[in-house]
């Protein structure tokens, strides 16, 4: 199902991109209500499609400001507590960023981190999370390289980040959450992704 996938992606995104950012879309290029409608829309298309054999190629282009007006005001109920306002950029050349305000407080308690060499125990409270890299598909597995990332501007190393992504992307089928290095399968019989400048092309 597309939707449970977004659901990851919306997470990974807005946490890490995560998609995830370094360049996070500022507040007129959010789109609106009818942009995240429109992105609404194809995804649905998209996942019809999915259903039914079709050796015919299809390609589904989305913007920048349709995935940002998703985010903003359609993907309420796939965005996992504690993470808010939520944005990507699309860079080109299969370059992506993302970057949230993440509660790290919960990231802590489930931890339990005490020792001052885990940076967990002294980022606290709610802070934006930012991160950066490059997503690459073929033949309907997806892999995504982180690149940087960084919490309040400040660079952290991948393995803080992980536990941040670890955390806010676990579930009954993922009691650990998804790891950022880990191939995917690609939803809706799509081949591939290709990512421009402001624009991401779903091909079934």
């Known amino acids: 199902m597309v939707h449970s996938h977004l659901r990851a992606c919306a997470s990974l995104a807005g946490v890490v991109l ?9 507040g007129d290029e959010r789109g609106t209500r009818k942009d995240a409608e429109a992105f609404k829309t194809k995804i649905g298309a998209i996942s019809k499609r999915g259903a039914v054999a079709d050796p015919k ?31 990507m950029a699309i860079l080109g050349d299969g370059r992506v960023s993302g970057t949230a305000v993440v509660d790290l407080d919960r990231v802590r308690r489930q931890r339990n981190a005490t020792s001052w060499f885990d940076p967990i125990s002294y980022l606290t409270g709610s802070l934006p999370v930012a991160a950066s890299g490059r997503i690459t598909t073929n033949n309907g597995v997806g892999r995504f390289e982180l690149q940087s990332a960084s919490v309040s501007s400040i660079p952290v190393p991948k393995i803080f980040l992980q536990q941040i992504v670890s955390y806010y992307t676990q579930s009954p089928s993922r009691p650990s959450g998804i790891r950022i290095d880990d191939p995917f399968a690609l939803p809706a019989r799509i081949r591939e992704i290709e990512v421009g400048r402001h624009e991401a092309t779903i091909v079934q």
């Open 18 to 26: 995560a998609c995830v950012a370094v360049a996070a879309a500022r």
């Open 57 to 87: 190629p299809l390609r589904t282009p989305f913007t920048e400001r349709e995935v940002n007006a998703y985010l903003a005001y359609g993907a309420e109920e796939h965005i996992p507590t504690g993470v808010v306002n939520p944005s």
